[in-house]
């Protein structure tokens, strides 16, 4: 599924679009911007082409593309939604590094948040990061997510082996923290 369009001050969410796959697989170029996830090799037009058609079509994904000032910058979503049970894996790429540390992934994480939480049944996000991921580890904790584990020396980067860090966003501390008005 797409998700529906999510108006922010410095982002704004709306439904990925078919002809934006070739500057999506032109992110994943960038090691710099594939330092911090596990995708490292880039998919290709085609390859993103069939992504997005396979996100439109899946009922366990809500995928948006992120916009700023106008022009794609990201996407967002959540995948491997399990609907029985209220969870999912969250996730967040802004491939234009140009626009990094403007506070998007903060208000983008925190408006997918509230969408999940009061438009879907879902109750649990799961997400993560690696270590030394400061923009990642600080954005998710400010839309609410805790830390709940980690898997030790998980990912290989820049010749050394990382530790990737767990974390989960709850609804009821969601709510907790951001009461209904
Ligand atoms: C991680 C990523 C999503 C962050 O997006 P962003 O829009 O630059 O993040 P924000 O501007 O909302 O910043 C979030 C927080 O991190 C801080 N921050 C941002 N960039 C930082 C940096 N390079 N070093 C230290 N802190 C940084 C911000 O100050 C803010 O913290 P604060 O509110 O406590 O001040 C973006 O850099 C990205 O897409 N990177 C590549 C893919 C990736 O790592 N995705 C996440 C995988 S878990």
């Known amino acids: 599924m797409y998700g529906p369009v999510l108006r922010g001050q410095v982002a704004l969410m709306r439904p990925p679009r078919l002809e934006e796959a070739a500057a999506m697989s032109g992110w994943f170029e960038d090691l710099e911007v594939t330092a911090t996830i596990l995708r490292r090799f880039p998919p290709g037009v085609p ?14 994904a809500i995928q948006w593309a992120v916009e700023h000032d106008g022009r794609l910058v990201g996407t967002t979503g959540v995948h491997q939604i399990d609907w029985a049970n209220g969870f999912g894996t969250t996730g967040t790429v802004l491939g234009d590094k140009s626009v990094w540390h403007r506070g998007i992934a903060k208000e983008v994480m925190a408006m997918r948040a509230r969408f999940l939480f009061l438009e879907t049944t ?7 990061y690696l270590v030394g991921n400061v923009a990642s580890a600080r954005a998710q904790a400010a ?13 290989f980067r820049d010749g050394a082996w990382v530790d990737m860090v767990l974390t ?4 009821e501390d969601w709510l907790a923290a951001n009461p209904p008005s």
């Open 47 to 60: 390859a993103e082409e069939e992504w997005l058609r396979q996100a439109a079509a899946d009922p366990t």
């Open 168 to 171: 989960e966003l709850r609804r």
């Open 122 to 128: 879902l109750r649990r996000l799961r997400s993560g």
């Open 143 to 155: 839309a609410g997510y805790r830390e709940v584990g980690r898997w030790h020396e998980a990912y």
